[in-house]
Nanobody, 128 residues
């Protein structure tokens, strides 16, 4: 049974930091590129960051570049999102997602419909 379980969300003041984690099971984690998406109330789901199966390639949406870092530990079947200098507009439910590696291309990675597996999400709330 495939599972993606996110953790690490919570309430933080603007300017603070959070580290999200997503533990995967039920599939060959090291064969999948991984990503974080987010969805704020009354807004569409938004791509945040992605990392290639090996960890050698990363991609970020412009609004989080320089503030967020995606990483992975294949030995632990875990992907992380370190978020610094948080802003109120970062408030959202954050989801991790897995896509079997085919190629590394921005428009493909940013399309949530392409992803094979999704977690349940973890809430991040940034107070101003």
């Amino acid at each position: 049974q495939v599972q993606l379980v996110e953790s690490g969300g919570g309430l933080v003041q603007a300017g603070g930091s959070l580290r999200l984690a997503c533990v995967a099971s039920g599939f060959t984690f090291s064969s999948y590129d991984m990503a974080w998406f987010r969805q704020a109330p009354a807004k569409e789901r938004e791509f945040v960051a992605a990392i290639s199966w090996s960890g050698g390639l990363t991609s970020y949406t412009d609004s989080v570049k320089g503030r967020c870092t995606i990483s992975r530990a294949n030995a632990k079947n875990t992907v992380y999102l370190q978020m610094n200098s948080l802003k109120s507009e970062d408030t959202a439910v954050y989801y991790c997602a897995a896509i079997r590696h085919k190629y590394w291309r921005g428009d493909y990675l940013r399309n949530g419909d392409e992803y094979d597996y999704w977690g349940q999400g973890t809430q991040v709330t940034v107070s101003s």
